[in-house]
């Protein structure tokens, strides 16, 4: 796990995710709640924190398979 795979998952479920001025990373959830995170995690604890949190927030984790996606696109089910 890595911060670059949770950014991506992030943004590909309609989160935003920027830097701050001072290298940390904003992720912002669509109904608005923000988490601040390091921009360069020191060890593994601090990446699953992070997941922690932003599941807490609604982020689905680990992220969807694309068969995932689009079996629920068949379905026609909302995608998160």
Known sequence: MDLNKIRKAARDQGWKVAPTRKGHMAFTS??????IASGTPGDVRSLRNTVAALVRMGLQWPPPTKKQLRSRRRRGEETK
């Open 30 to 35: 669509p109904d608005g709640q923000t988490y």
